[in-house]
């Protein structure tokens, strides 16, 4: 079984869901970077207050501290004597994808398997409407899946010349997804 993991994925295709539920059933270390600084702020440790006045004055936290924050936990949980891994949420772009397998080669915790969940549009943008909040609407959600061709799919190819992609089609239901996961990373597909 692999059990360092990135996921990869248009908004709307279950990343989060799917990397809590695996995290949990496996006992993954899942490294959400919204969560992690969030975590950090609340945490009041010295990257969260440097993550907190960035987000204060409505900027984007930069790479380098989202490194910094990653590269704490992976030490913390080598430390304790921790097992693996799984990144939801970034890189969003070539040049975090490049900057996090440096930081993962130090470490000597390379990405052992990259998970592309997979969804047609019509079904994320219905998935995604569905989901009521005040900031899904078509034309907002259409924008977000132009982004993310223009900004994350590139990582699509980075990785599968790394050898490392497995896509998995994300429609169906939480389980029919969580099984076809498993199966990707226990290396029976």
């Known amino acids: 079984m692999k059990n ?19 995290a949990s059933v496996r ?16 945490a009041g440790t010295e990257l969260g207050r440097q993550a907190e006045a960035v987000m204060a004055r409505g900027e984007l936290v930069s790479d380098a501290l989202v490194l910094a924050i990653v590269r704490d936990r992976l030490e913390a949980q080598a430390a304790s004597g ?12 070539l040049a975090q994808a490049e900057a996090l397998g440096q930081l993962l080669e130090e470490l000597e915790q390379p990405i052992e398997l990259v998970v ?15 989901r009521g909040r005040t900031d899904d609407n078509e034309q907002v959600i259409r924008h977000r899946l132009d ?8 990582l699509i190819q980075y990785y599968r010349e790394r050898g490392l992609l497995q896509p998995v089609e ?19 597909a």
């Not at 908004?11 to 539920?21: D, S, V, W």
């Not at 097992?83 to 939801?88: F, I, V």
């Open 4 to 22: 360092r993991l990135l996921f990869l994925g248009p908004p709307g295709a279950g990343k989060g869901t799917q990397a809590q539920q695996l």
């Open 27 to 42: 006992g993954l270390l899942h490294l959400s970077t919204g969560d992690l600084l969030r975590a950090e702020v609340a």
């Open 82 to 93: 921790g097992g693996g891994w799984l990144l939801d949420g970034f890189p969003r772009n």
């Open 116 to 130: 592309l969940m997979e969804l047609h549009d019509a079904v994320l943008i219905q998935r995604l409407l569905n």
């Open 147 to 154: 982004v993310y061709r223009q900004q994350t799919a590139p």
């Open 170 to 188: 994300a429609d169906g239901t939480v389980e029919e997804i969580a099984a076809r996961i498993g199966t990707a990373i226990d290396g029976t």
